[in-house]
C-alpha cells in the first residue's frame, strides 16, 4: 500500500495527468533567502539569472527581454506524459506565439542531455534550459518536490512579470498563453 501512495505521489510531481490551468494572484512559496517574484503583484520586475541552454550555449533572459515579451515556463521532467504534452502544445502553436513577437524558453531540473534528447524528439522549436542545479528555479521563486519543477508559467513584457500561472496546463499551456497575449492589444 504504501508502495502504491508512492507511486501516486510520483506520477503527480512528473505531472502525468493534465493539470487545470489558472492564473493566480496569492503569493508562492520560496526557498529560504531567494528573492522571488511576486505573485500578488502581476507587474514586478523578471528575474535576470543567466544560464546555458540544451545546446551549451549562453541564455541571458535580460537580453532576451528587451526584444519582445518572453515565455518562461517550467515543466518536472523532460520526456514525461504531461511535460511532453505541455512542450508539443507550445510547438504546435509556435508560429502563432511567435507571430505574436513572443519568445518561448522552457526550464526543468533535467541534465543537458535529457534537455537536447527531449528537443530533438519532440522537434521542439524553441529554448529548453537544463536547471539542475535550480538556479532559474530560485530566481523565480518556483518550488521544487523530489528534486522536480512545479510546473508554472511566466509572461515577461518589457522586463516585467505581467502574467504567473502557477499550475500551468499541460495540453493547454499554448491557449492560456495566447489568451494572456490576446488580452494586450
Known amino acids: 500500500m504504501k508502495m502504491f501512495s508512492l507511486g501516486l505521489v510520483i506520477l503527480g510531481c512528473l505531472g502525468c495527468a493534465p ?13 529560504a533567502g531567494t528573492p522571488a517574484v511576486s505573485a500578488t503583484a502581476l507587474v514586478s520586475p523578471a528575474p535576470t539569472p543567466r544560464a546555458i541552454d540544451h545546446t551549451g550555449a549562453a541564455v541571458d533572459l535580460a537580453a532576451l527581454y528587451k526584444k519582445g515579451p518572453v515565455l518562461i515556463y517550467f515543466y518536472p521532467k523532460a520526456d514525461t506524459p504531461g511535460c511532453t504534452a505541455q512542450a508539443c502544445s507550445l510547438r504546435d502553436s509556435y508560429q502563432k506565439l511567435t507571430d505574436a513577437g513572443l519568445t518561448v524558453v522552457g526550464v526543468s531540473t533535467d541534465d543537458p542531455a535529457s534537455q537536447k534528447a527531449f528537443q530533438e524528439k519532440y522537434k521542439l522549436p524553441f529554448v529548453l534550459i537544463p536547471d539542475p542545479e535550480k538556479k532559474v528555479l530560485q530566481a523565480f521563486g518556483v518550488s521544487s518536490h523530489l528534486g522536480m519543477a512545479n510546473r508554472e508559467a511566466f509572461l515577461i513584457r518589457d522586463g516585467q512579470v505581467v502574467w504567473h500561472d502557477s499550475s500551468a496546463s499541460t495540453d493547454k499551456q499554448a491557449d492560456d498563453v495566447l489568451a494572456q497575449i490576446a488580452t494586450w492589444k
Not at 19 to 31: D, E, K, M, R
Open 19 to 31: 493539470v487545470s490551468s489558472q492564473a493566480t494572484s496569492s503569493p508562492q512559496p520560496t526557498q
